[in-house]
């Protein structure tokens, strides 16, 4: 295992933050998402959103391994409470969606939590009056989590449930 980048929990902003060697502030953050509940008609908890952001958006960084490494095990702690899920959205502001969703494949496929944790991806292709847009994202759950075939079953009904409103 790599040697990991120390990192902390920032209990005013609810994020767990590190610094790299390059001096790139990384921020982790596990917010709680109420969409499954909503379009379901269910309750449905511990559903978290999680984001991973640079605090320095327009810096870019080579390729730094420990970066990975860091975010993998905040990730593994997050998922010792195995009902936990996360939904990974990938944002579309910088027209960089796609490219982000597959850094973060390539990353769970290298990461060593398909043993544990099952990864869903799914493409939403949202259709609006003036155009169609795809919104990437990835469902992560615990194989030991109870409510894992709901959860699945709502998620891979989201693009349905989205254009229909």
């Known amino acids: 295992m790599p040697n990991l980048y120390n990192y902390s929990f920032c209990?005013?902003?609810?994020?767990?933050?590190?610094?790299?060697?390059?001096?790139?502030e990384y921020r982790?953050?596990?917010?709680?998402?109420?969409t499954f509940?909503?379009?379901?008609?269910?309750?449905?908890?511990?559903?978290?959103?999680?984001?991973i952001e640079k605090a320095n958006f327009d810096e870019t960084e080579k390729l730094d391994i420990l970066v990975s490494a860091t975010i993998k095990v905040i990730i593994s702690s997050f998922f010792e409470n195995s009902q936990n899920s996360i939904i990974y959205v990938c944002d579309d502001k910088d027209k960089k969606s796609?490219?982000?969703?597959?850094?973060?494949?390539?990353?769970?496929?290298?990461?060593g939590?398909?043993?544990?944790?099952?990864?869903?991806?799914?493409?939403?292709?949202?259709?609006?009056?003036?155009?169609?847009?795809?919104?990437?994202?990835?469902?992560?759950?615990?194989?030991d989590n109870q409510n894992k075939d709901t959860i699945?079953?709502?998620?891979?009904?989201i693009q349905e449930i989205l254009n229909d409103k």
């Not at 982790?28 to 109420?34: P, S």
């Not at 796609?98 to 990461?111: A, D, G, L, P």
């Open 152 to 157: 699945l079953e709502v998620y891979n009904t």
């Open 11 to 24: 209990e005013d902003s609810q994020f767990y933050y590190f610094i790299t060697k390059n001096n790139i």
């Open 37 to 51: 509940s909503a379009v379901s008609g269910l309750e449905i908890n511990n559903i978290f959103q999680i984001i």
């Open 98 to 111: 796609q490219k982000r969703f597959n850094v973060f494949n390539r990353w769970y496929q290298k990461s």
């Open 113 to 143: 939590l398909i043993k544990t944790i099952t990864k869903v991806d799914n493409i939403i292709i949202c259709q609006t009056e003036n155009e169609n847009f795809s919104i990437y994202s990835s469902l992560l759950y615990h194989q």
């Open 28 to 34: 982790v953050a596990f917010i709680i998402d109420e």
